[in-house]
Structure formats: C-alpha cells, structure tokens
C-alpha cells in the first residue's frame, strides 16, 4: 500500500529539460550556447575589473590637496602613488617643462607643454576605456547569436514535423524548447553588458572630467612659476572651516555697576 501511494505521488520524468532540448540540438546547440557563455563570462570580467581600475584611480585623487600644498611640483608629485594616473601627468608635465628651454619662442613652449599633458590625458583615457568595446559588441550581437540558435530550433521542429506527418507534442517539444532556451540565454547575456557598458561609461567621464581639471592648473601653474595653484578640493562629507581672519565677535554685555557709582568719564 506504502510503495503505491509513494509511486503514485512521485514525479513523472520530464524528457524536455535543458539538457534534453540541448542534447537534440546536437553540437550546432551546444556550440551556440558556449558562445554565450563565453560573452557572459568576459562580460562580467571586464565590468569587475574595469570597476576596480576606475575605483582605484578615485581613490588615488584624495591625495591631490597634498599635491597642491607643497612647495613645488617635484615635492608634490612624491606625495602621490608612483603607479597612479595623477602621478603619471605630474611626470609628463615636468618632463615637458624641462624639455621647453629647447624652444625659442615662448608661445611655442607654452604649446608644447599643453600638448604634452594632453596626450597624457589621452593615454590614460584610452586605458580605462579599454574592453569597453567588447562590452558593446556583446550587447549588440548576443540576441542575434541567440536567435541564430533560435532559428536552427524551429528548423528542426518544422523537419520533425514533416518527417512524422503530424505535429505531436514530443516531436516538436525538443526543438521548440532548445529554441526558446537561447533566446532566453542571448537575452541574459545581452541586458547586463548593455547595463555595465553604461555604468563603466559615466564613470569614465567622471574621471576624464577630473584629469582635464587637474591638467588645466597643472599647465597654470607651470607657467606661472608655481604662483598659481587651485582652490584645495574638500574631501567627501567634510565641513569647511570659517576662516578666523575679519570674522565678527558676539557682543558681550558690559558688567553691572553698583547702584550710586557714575561711569568714569573718558
């Protein structure tokens, strides 16, 4: 009575899974689907890395208030990280000062030092841009992969058709199942490269944004011997303090006389 009751509950064998609708797909489905797997995987790859490198160029930015407070450029660019991309444009700057007493006209040295910082800048934008163009690819061409895969399923089911002469369920079953599965996968692969390649975009202006900044007061400040510097950057969630110099006092209340007495007289 127990077996009959526990066979009569237990599941019926499902012969259209995942694996089953690959199997029938043959290596044409499986070759698709590494496909897939490969654009996720470097997918995701490039986001976390790409994230950490932007991350780290971020965090190396605290340290330009250090930069800006020493006497001159070569003291300030010790204070910075050897490998950061702030260090990299002081170094570029400097060589490029040193480089200038080669020129004739001042206006030329002036050129030449903008120049140089700029493809600095463009060096290190052209980093951390790299493999978002992967990124960008995955996105655009994974639905197509997917619907590849989709199309040679319904080709299949459409041969099953006509080989048995009727549409019955586990003829087509299959092959309609391994259609949707890469549709369903070249979309999964596709949404989140889109997403990141995004994401790692707006942050790339960010930072560009910050390394023209810190370009343009480095070439000021070059060029007017080390008189002009930026306004010191305040670190996130801090309070500036009010400067002490020409700030007015509380009036205080003068003390109290006992009664009969006079002030004196000036």
Known sequence: MIIELLAAGAAPQNKFGFIEAMEQGGIIAWTIFGVLVIMSVGSFYILITKYLEQQKVMSQYRNINQFWRA?????????????????????DGLAAEESHTKMDNSLEAHD??????????????????????????????????????????????????GLA??????????????A???????????VPAVLAYNWLQSRNKKIAEMLSGFSTDL??????????????????????????TGAARPATAAPARPAGTTAPKA
Not at 126 to 144: D, H, I, N, Q, R
Not at 182 to 189: H, K, P
Not at 224 to 238: E, F, H, R, T
């Open 219 to 244: 070439l000021a400040n070059m060029n007017s011997k080390g008189s002009v510097k930026p306004a010191l950057v305040a670190a996130p969630g801090s309070v500036k303090p009010v400067a002490a």
């Open 112 to 161: 030449w030092m903008h120049g140089s910082l700029a493809r600095s800048e463009a060096a290190i934008n052209s980093k951390l841009a790299g493999g978002l163009p992967f990124l960008a690819s995955v996105g655009a061409t994974s639905p197509f992969v997917g619907l590849l895969g989709t199309v040679i399923g319904i080709y299949r089911a459409l041969i099953n058709i």
């Open 180 to 190: 949707l599965i890469m549709t369903a996968i070249g979309l999964l692969v596709a």
């Open 165 to 178: 002469g009727s549409a019955s369920i586990d003829k087509v079953a299959g092959p309609v199942g391994e």
């Open 71 to 91: 006497n001159s450029l070569k003291e300030g660019a010790t204070k910075l990280d050897k490998n950061s991309a702030w260090r990299q444009m002081v170094d």
